[in-house]
């Protein structure tokens, strides 16, 4: 199945509502640090409900750690800042859907640092700056589940 990745997420209920999705599309979750809130608080346990324990969650100490840990595999940065819309790619099951924070998006270092095929958005209005990260994360996220015939799903 597919990997989401959050760098440095700001927000717990958005947090939680990933945890609950991805229980529930397969994906892995990992969580790149530091996070703006604590995985105990109460916001982010009500937003995931009781599905924080039927995701599969990691926790890495900075990007270098969770890059190193994803070498070799395709990255895609999904960002405002990409020129590839998220439907026009052929998402492969070992792909990594990486996602910045709230309040600035993934760094300029690390969009540049993938190719520009991966760099990919959701198309929306003009002169409209995000969608929210939790809508985000499960739009693309099942448009690539969606490409793998919801495999594992019912």
């Known amino acids: 199945m597919f990997d989401i990745a ?8 958005n947090t939680g509502n990933i945890m609950r999705l991805v229980a529930n599309n397969g994906c892995r979750l990992h969580i790149i640090e530091p996070m703006g ?11 995931g409900l009781d599905y924080r324990d039927l995701a599969d969650i990691r926790r890495y100490q900075d990007y270098a750690a969770f890059a190193e840990i994803m070498a070799g595999r ?21 792909d990594v ?6 309040t600035s998006g ?20 003009p002169n409209n700056r995000s969608i929210n990260l939790a809508n985000a ?10 490409q793998q015939g919801f495999a594992g799903g019912s």
């Not at 105990?40 to 346990?45: A, F, Y």
């Not at 859907?97 to 709230?102: C, K, M, Q, R, V």
């Open 37 to 47: 809130f604590d995985l105990e608080e109460k916001k982010l346990r009500r937003a």
């Open 106 to 125: 993934l760094p300029l270092s690390i969009i540049e640092s993938l190719p520009p095929a991966q760099r990919i958005r959701i198309p929306m209005l």
């Open 6 to 13: 959050l760098h440095e997420p700001r927000i717990a209920p």
């Open 97 to 102: 859907l990486l996602f910045g924070s709230e």
């Open 74 to 94: 395709r990255i895609f940065a999904c960002t405002t800042k990409g020129r590839q819309n998220y439907a026009e790619v052929t998402y492969q099951p070992d």
């Open 137 to 146: 994360v499960s739009i693309i996220s099942y448009e690539a589940w969606r």
